[in-house]
């Protein structure tokens, strides 16, 4: 079984910081894709930015310049970390793994989501 354990939201000025961690662990093969989504208020789930397994990374244009994901592969985390937030930014953000357990080597991965943390950032 894997786990994911998701920190670091919280209240946050507009022009503030913060930065998310998601941490996987358990009979954890390989990790290729890492994804940070966010969902608002009566807004659909959208992929903030994600990172696959050699390092190429992709973000939504709302928060390119703003938002950098890395990850630490020996750790089986994954960070974002958020500059000059926005009131917009205001959702809960979510991780989303592409996990290869010990018991599938030859895959497929298989999609595990984090629990989901706020972020909240005012005006």
């Known amino acids: 079984q894997v786990q994911l354990v998701e920190s670091g939201g919280g209240l946050v000025q507009a022009g503030g910081s913060l930065r998310l961690s998601c941490a996987a662990s358990?009979?954890?093969?390989?990790?290729?894709?890492m994804e940070w989504y966010r969902q608002a208020p009566g807004k659909q789930r959208e992929l903030v930015a994600g990172?696959?397994?050699?390092?190429?990374?992709t973000y939504v244009d709302s928060v390119k310049g703003r938002f950098t994901i890395s990850r630490d592969s020996a750790k089986n985390t994954v960070y974002l970390q958020m500059n000059s937030l926005k009131p917009e930014d205001t959702a809960i953000y979510y991780c989303r793994l592409g996990v290869r357990p010990y018991s599938f080597i030859r895959g497929p991965d298989y999609t595990y989501w984090g629990q989901g943390t706020q972020v909240t950032v005012s005006s």
């Open positions: 990172i696959n397994s050699g390092g190429r990374t």
């Open positions: 358990g009979t954890i093969f390989s990790i290729n894709a």
